[in-house]
């Protein structure tokens, strides 16, 4: 990508954090875990392939050498090595449960970089939603109902469908209950903050789910 090694370890490369959070998460739900192992400065899978960003050229204020010049081709070839199989897999794993009759919450996890374009961001935490808010609604009072945490709806930005693929590709138009999660990673910059974290939220998100109107109707489009 052209990027020195401070650079491809620092936000503007990877949700650092996150795949610790969501692993331990996981296991502590019993619940099916699909991290993607690649920056998304190579591709970014939660966005649309015709998303102007898709391949971004620029990462805060960093240019991105190796996304300059990138063609058709290679942004395809972009596109079947990483992005496919990743949504492939997620893809897999809800058709399973449908078949299976299981009921299902998508969980979308991410983290945010304390400051950006040197404005600090007050938030812990942020739930983020677009059209559906059914799971992200109870999990807002969850987690501002901790007494410790400075919470965000739709912060450190807004869900939306040029940004947030994942939730709209397989939460919105599956009618599945959904939320996406973004942790400040300061607070999970180590094993000790995501435990911390994925306790928190194996303990609130039950509850969360327990909220959900039953039976679930997926909102209109």
């Known amino acids: 990508m052209g990027l020195s090694e401070d650079q491809l370890a620092s936000h503007i490369a990877w949700d650092a954090g996150a795949a610790g959070v969501a692993r ?38 960093t240019l991105i050498p190796g996304n300059q010049t990138v063609g058709p081709d290679a942004a395809q070839e972009r596109a079947q090595e990483i992005f496919h199989p990743y949504h492939h897999e997620i893809r897999r794993a809800l058709d399973e449960r449908a078949a299976e009759g299981r009921p ?50 739709n912060e450190p930005y807004a869900a939306g469908d040029l940004t947030d693929h994942s939730i709209v590709e397989h939460g919105e138009r599956r009618g599945l209950p959904y939320v996406e999660i973004e942790i400040r990673q300061d607070l ?7 435990e911390t974290w994925a306790e928190r939220l194996a303990r609130l998100l039950p509850a969360a789910i327990a909220a959900l109107p039953t039976p679930t109707t997926p909102p209109s489009r």
């Open 24 to 61: 331990r998460l996981g296991a502590a739900l019993g619940a099916y875990t699909v991290c993607q192992r690649y920056s998304r400065l190579v591709i970014d899978c939660n966005r649309p392939l015709d998303a102007a960003d898709s391949i971004a050229p620029r990462s805060e204020r």
């Open 104 to 153: 299902t919450v998508l969980v979308a996890m991410h983290s945010f970089t304390p400051v950006f374009m040197d404005v600090a961001r007050p938030w812990h935490v942020g739930v983020l939603y677009n059209r559906d808010a059914r799971m992200a609604r109870p999990l807002l009072g969850a987690l501002r109902g901790e007494g410790d945490l400075v919470v965000g709806e």
């Open 188 to 194: 999970i910059a180590d094993g000790r903050g995501q």
